[in-house]
């Protein structure tokens, strides 16, 4: 059996660290880049690492380079996140929005080239909806796919627009010279992720896995969004294994190419508490910073992810409860304990 050469893009992200993991544990040749450098210990799990132009996924230096090895997935993973993409939507707009034009014509070629069907995997958001008010959110509690597809920030309407630039790729891309379609996209709209490993930069779901690890590490945290706050979140686990689930379902089974995907929605007081069940010297403060409230107060309060259920069987793993019991709160008291003893020495 021949081993399926992969492209992870921004793979020094969160969500990098957890699927170069993964696939490097099942014997994928993984092609990584990244604007950075890899940390050694993910990069020696990859079989070619690219970085500065070449991991730049808006220079043509990035295609060049990428378009020598025969790529059959891609995982593109490389985005400004909410928070930085509102502090400067013009990079944003050129990462997430020209970033991902590039990696799609890229998959395009390439499948050109080597005459096989490239999958496009593109993490999607909650990000890409978008209340007018809390009430409305309230309203609709399990947002469907279709539903309150008005983002309103940036990030939000870049990954709806990208979304979009997919599907034409995959069922539309210039029909006019009738030339064949190579790219086979599919989306998951991520809710915010918690990591026992990384901490996000730059989202604005951050006051999650952030107040978690403060709490471990024995800091104060000063949370940024009010207690009643409320968002779906997932553990990065189960993050990883949707994006994989997808990925390898067959096209058959798929009715449509983005997919929403939940686990547990609680108030940010919801998740306050949990922490302090088990960090029970755990400070943690609300102090509201209206921008960012805003931000996810536009965002919905949970998903309808029936489709992603009925058609390629996605089920999480962690609810609230056995996400912070079985895997959070024992993973990061190992990797604090770790980071201590190190420093020790
Ligand atoms: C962010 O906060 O920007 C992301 C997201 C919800 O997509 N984590």
Redesign the pocket.
Known sequence: MSVPTILITGAGGEMGHALIKALSNAGVEIVASDLRPLAPELAQRCAVVLHGSHGDVTNPAFIEAVSQYPIERIFHLAAV???AAERDPVRAHRINVDGTLNVLELAQQLGCTYQQHVRVIFPS???VYGFESLDAKLHCRKVGENDALQPQTL?GIAKLHCERLGIYYNSHYKKLSGEKHWVDFRSLR????ISADTL?AG????YAPEMLHAAARGEQYVCFVRPDTQIPFMAMPDGVRALLQLADAAPEQLSRRVYNIGAFAPTAAEIAQMIQRYFPDAAIEFEPDPQRQAIVDSWCADVNDSAARRDWGWQPLYDFEYAFADYLVPAVRRRYATIEATDRH
Not at 203 to 206: A, L, R, Y
């Open positions: 996140l909410s928070t958001t909650i990000a990030y991520f809710p915010g992720l996000p989202g604005t779901s951050d």
